[in-house]
T-cell receptor
Framework: DAGITQSPRHKVTETGTPVTLRCHQT?????MYWYRQDPGHGLRLIHY???????DKGEVSDGYSVSRSKTEDFLLTLESATSSQTSVYFC????????????FGNGTRLTVT | AQSVTQPDIHITVSEGASLELRCNYS??????LFWYVQSPGQGLQLLLK??????LVQGIKGFEAEFKRSQSSFNLRKPSVHWSDAAEYFC??????????????FGTGTQLKVEL
């Protein structure tokens, strides 16, 4: 168990509203990632972080922002949710050295109506 | 740019039969390869990884995978499938790094159904 907690687990929101998803880890790992999972697309990287206040974009970052003010928390914000952002969002951490595999949380299912 | 192709969207096998899930990758150097499994409503669990060395790697739950550089493949195999293996399987590729973030690229997944 990599000690990753995602909250909320499920959320329904309306188009145009802001939404923040939280990823919390208990083991002070440096690298954290946000992916979205959609049928036919697998998992796609949204943003990642390599330390407090250090973040970078992934392949599908438009419409998303992230923040990491503490090592243990990595927040994903949808400033103005759209229906295309309906998805399952997974947080991951990289435990160990540079080439360690990723460990995933259990996901947040977000529905934008 | 790195990419992963899992050509089979769905596979159905009988319990006790052998299994092979295909994965082809595109990457300009020696890649770092993974197989993950996802049960419904759950996150992804690491089955096995290839970094270097022996091209046949063993993983958890009786799975193994073989890295074939000449074919750019990393196929997942299991000699005898159990009903509990029904899940979605993802292949992923990433760069071997000496520093920086290891950004993995995932395939689109193969849904495995096991018939009793």
């Amino acid at each position: 168990d990599a000690g990753i907690t995602q909250s909320p687990r499920h959320k329904v929101t309306e188009t145009g509203t802001p939404v923040t998803l939280r990823c919390h880890q208990t083991e002070n790992h440096r690298y954290m990632y946000w992916y979205r999972q959609d049928p036919g697309h697998g998992l796609r990287l949204i943003h990642y972080s390599y330390g407090v206040k250090d973040t970078d974009k992934g392949e599908v970052s438009d419409g998303y922002s992230v923040s990491r003010s503490k090592t243990e928390d990595f927040l994903l914000t949808l400033e103005s949710a759209t229906s295309s952002q309906t998805s399952v969002y997974f947080c991951a951490i990289r435990a160990g050295d540079t080439n360690s595999p990723l460990h995933f949380g259990n996901g947040t299912r977000l529905t934008v109506t | 740019a790195q990419s992963v192709t899992q050509p089979d969207i769905h596979i159905t096998v009988s319990e006790g039969a052998s299994l092979e899930l295909r994965c082809n990758y595109s990457y300009g150097a020696t890649p770092y390869l993974f197989w993950y499994v996802q049960s419904p409503g759950q996150g992804l669990q690491l089955l096995l990884k290839y970094f270097s060395g022996d091209t046949l790697v063993q993983g958890i739950k009786g799975f193994e995978a073989e890295f074939k550089r000449s074919q750019s493949s990393f196929n997942l195999r299991k000699p005898s499938v159990h009903w509990s293996d029904a899940a979605e399987y993802f292949c992923a590729v990433g760069p071997i790094l000496t520093g920086g973030g290891n950004k993995l690229t995932f395939g689109t997944g193969t849904q495995l159904k096991v018939e009793l």
